[in-house]
């Protein structure tokens, strides 16, 4: 049984998936178009995720946090 809060999570999932997809497959966009919005889209991720887990008191030393730098320093270094 579904109940209006379950409801509410399917429709922003299924909004944020269609918006996700509409930014990397635009028609008309370039190759490099595409890989710059991709590397973007990594970057604001890793960002996002890292200033999540320093909230929750993980450290550099710990492995998410470093994985996480590595794929911001990764998409940053490709965006630049």
Partial sequence: MLDASSLASI???IFEATKVYNYLCERGITEEEFELRLH?????D???REK???KFGFTYHDDNIQVNSITSTYA???LE
């Fill in 11 to 13: 429709a922003r999932n």
């Fill in 52 to 54: 999540i887990l320093r």
């Fill in 76 to 78: 940053q270094e490709i």
């Fill in 40 to 44: 973007t889209m990594f970057m604001h």
């Fill in 46 to 48: 890793s960002m996002g």
